[in-house]
């Protein structure tokens, strides 16, 4: 399994977590930006990304780069939630103790101004995909169909 991060930080702890995880030797950390992953083209399977893209810059170049390193038939679950209904309910009461006003903040990087946005850049790259927005959040998933069905479109 790859790991993948831009921040020196967060290769910090991840070696911390690694090293204390019963499997440490299944895990590679790569220092890598999702605009330009330094991965072969068509080698990742899978890619599962919680959270991040609303700190992406240039959505349109990460789909794209996305869509470059999946493989044929890959999945890439791209987006941000909670699971489900009541845990996103005891979650924001948590977080609005904490911070009173993480509610609007959840909701601007959840809501619909966002959701344009994201469609817009992924219809602009060019990806396959399929969107859920429910209550386990909004999720982009971007597949890769196989060579066969790609030709057959």
Known sequence: ???????VPMHVKARR????SPF???????????????LNDACVDL???????FFWERLEDAFKEIGRV????GRAYIGGGFG???LRDRICEKMMSLQPDWRSFRDRNLGEDTRIKFLSALN??????????????????IRKENDLEMRNL
Do not use: Q
């Not at 440490?24 to 330094?38: A, N, Q």
């Not at 999946?70 to 038939?73: I, R």
């Not at 602009?124 to 998933?141: C, H, N, P, Q, R």
């Open 1 to 7: 399994m790859i790991l993948m991060d831009a921040a």
């Open 17 to 20: 977590h690694i090293a204390a």
């Open 24 to 38: 440490p030797h299944r895990f590679t950390l790569l220092c890598g930006d999702v605009h330009h992953m330094p």
């Open 47 to 53: 890619i599962v990304s919680r959270g991040s893209v």
């Open 70 to 73: 999946l493989a044929p038939k």
């Open 84 to 86: 489900n209904a009541d």
């Open 124 to 141: 602009a790259s060019g990806v396959l995909f399929d969107t859920i927005k429910d209550d386990s959040g909004f999720w982009m998933i």
